[in-house]
């Protein structure tokens, strides 16, 4: 019989039988929620308990799990799993506290590349160093000359170089795009950071990585997934990831079941040749697509309501006026391509609300599992909105985490105190899931996990929970990274459950979350990723 030992990633394939056994096995199956043996024939578990045994076979691999907790593979709701793997060989700017390291760490990533390179990555927080915003004074010499865009951790804020501004036509005289804004200094020139749409022109300069250069990349996300037990993943998708993930399947390389979400600008496109909501099989999912309504809290560009406190002439930025946010999404409706929005603020919230109500008044009916990307800060009266349409609240708790070290100053305290309302929703009825938003926030399902069942902030300043009132239970958060989210992509069928019939998508951990003290839940590591019968990473712990 196998102990687990430390040993490097891999990946496996299925042999004649995986029998795992001596565990604690949180199933998050209602009917049968604890067991203590799991059997897995080919990609599917076959039994559980007493039956596990005679099941798997007599020449099937036999692991001793030695008392560890197994639960059913991390699904996470919302990951740009291209954008995140390619960012990590890019420059990675989290956790900078000032301008000079700032500075070093592009000086230091640009001393590598060649002379025509663009310097890209990000992950900045201009909170990490008191919330000035930096300047493209900051890289032009660090860059070498190159153009260089660099973007805030959210994605709605970027500092471009001069030289990206000038390969992107923007200068002084540049007009502001319809949902973004070039920020100026006070003798009008762009300082180089860019809001929301104003990232574009910039963006589309930037020389597209070739194909071999994507699935490298892709191959490296992957490995990262697994080392974090995620098994499955609800991607925010360029037009031609379902072909390069369709490459890695079809050589046995992929490692991860994802959901595309396309931009709804593709809906005609996609209705033509016949997608809807819920198609594709067990690896690659399609039939949805994705649409912005409001920025991000950390760009100021979330669309509120009331001003933001600390800047009382913005009250952020709406990306389509009414009239046009009803078209696109009534017309995707109508081609049964599932809804997902985002929309961070509550008057951003209010709105796409206000287009699902009006939706299935004029649309036919349909199983449409609408939902809204983030759900950071509605409003208490559209609370009861939300459950009665029945739209998934795709939420992210590591961003509480990380907003609430200083979301107080932003929108003052009555505003921060019903944000992030996981504990409001789910007591209202809510379907709330949870994901990362990577690479937004870390691809680490344990540290959301964290943040949802004890709200601590990164900076340490509220050990007992930021608003600890809209905690959540462990049983909550596990249901919110697992069946949850696979009802959410049309999937509770077969995944989000270790029960017989089920995909064998599963995580060994080295401790019982519900057995340790709450405030330890973050500790917690993955030993062993298994996706489709297959041992993708054993870390041996």
Same mark, same amino acid.
């Given at each position: ?26 199933? *998050? ?29 007599? &020449? ?38 000032? &301008? ?16 025509? *390179? ?19 004074? @900051? ?42 804004? #070039? ?23 930037? /020389? ?16 990262? *997934? ?157 609370? /009861? ?19 609430? &070290? @200083? ?7 009555? &505003? ?8 409001? #929703? ?11 938003? @990577? ?7 344990? *540290? ?17 929970? @930021? ?75």
């Amino acid at each position: 019989m196998d102990r687990l030992a430390p040993r490097p990633a891999r990946l496996s394939e299925p042999g004649p039988g995986l029998l795992l056994e001596n565990g604690r096995f949180w199933t *998050a199956d209602p009917r049968r929620p604890r067991t203590s043996a799991l059997a897995i024939l080919g990609d599917r578990i076959v039994a559980l308990g007493e039956e596990a045994v005679p099941a798997a076979g007599p &020449r099937a691999r036999r692991i001793d799990l030695g008392g560890r907790f197994v639960l059913p593979g991390f699904i996470d709701n919302h990951v740009h799993l291209r954008d995140g793997s390619l960012r990590l060989s890019r420059v990675r700017l989290r956790g900078v506290r000032t &301008r000079e390291e700032f500075t070093r760490v592009v000086a230091e990533h640009a001393s590598g590349l060649a002379p025509e *390179a663009w310097v890209l990555g990000g992950g900045w927080d201009h909170e990490s160093w008191g919330g000035a915003l930096p300047t493209r004074a @900051w890289i032009d010499e660090a860059a070498g000359g190159r153009p260089a865009l660099l973007h805030r951790l959210d994605g709605h804020l970027a500092l471009a170089s001069s030289g990206a501004l000038a390969v992107a036509g923007l200068d002084r005289g540049a007009e502001d795009p319809p949902g973004g804004s #070039l920020v100026r200094g006070a003798d009008g020139e762009l300082t180089g950071v860019l809001k929301d749409a104003a990232i574009a022109p910039v963006e589309r300069r930037i /020389p597209a990585p070739g194909r071999d250069e994507l699935l490298r990349a892709l191959e490296a996300g992957l490995a990262h *997934a697994a080392s974090v037990g995620v098994t499955s993943v609800h991607d925010v998708s360029h037009a031609d990831d379902p072909s390069l993930l369709a490459e890695l399947l079809l050589e046995g390389r992929l490692t991860l079941r994802v959901a595309c979400r396309h931009p709804i600008e593709r809906t005609s496109e996609l209705r033509a040749v016949g997608v809807s909501a819920g198609q594709g099989g067990a690896w690659l999912r399609v039939g949805a697509v994705k649409m912005f309504a409001d920025g991000s809290l950390g760009a100021s560009t979330a669309a509120f309501l009331e001003p933001y406190a600390d800047d009382p002439a913005n009250r952020g930025l709406e990306m389509h006026d009414p009239a046009e946010l009803h078209r696109a999404l009534a017309e995707a409706d109508r081609a049964r391509l599932q809804l997902s929005v985002h929309a961070i603020g509550d008057l951003a919230i209010r709105r796409v609300l206000d287009v699902f109500e009006r939706i299935a008044r004029e649309n036919p009916a349909w199983d449409r599992r609408w939902r809204i990307e983030h759900v950071q800060h509605p409003a208490a009266a559209d609370v /009861p909105r939300l459950a009665a349409l029945g739209v998934t609240a795709s939420m992210q708790p590591a961003h509480a985490a990380d907003d609430g &070290r @200083w979301m107080e100053r932003r929108i003052g305290r009555d &505003r921060a105190r019903t944000s992030y309302p996981f504990r409001t #929703l789910i007591d209202a009825g809510v379907a709330v899931t949870f994901g990362s938003d @990577w690479p937004v926030a870390p691809l680490d399902p344990l *540290a959301g996990f964290d943040a949802a069942v004890n709200r601590r902030t990164l900076d340490g300043a509220n050990p007992g929970g @930021w608003f600890p009132e809209q905690r959540v239970t462990v049983e909550e958060a596990l249901l919110a990274y697992t069946r949850g989210n696979a009802r959410a992509v049309f999937e509770e069928g077969e995944k989000g459950m270790l029960a017989p019939g089920f995909l064998a998508d599963l995580v060994v951990l080295d401790r019982d979350p519900f057995e340790i003290p709450r405030g330890e839940v973050g500790q917690l590591r993955v030993g062993v990723t298994i996706v489709g019968g297959r041992v993708v990473y054993e870390g041996g712990v």
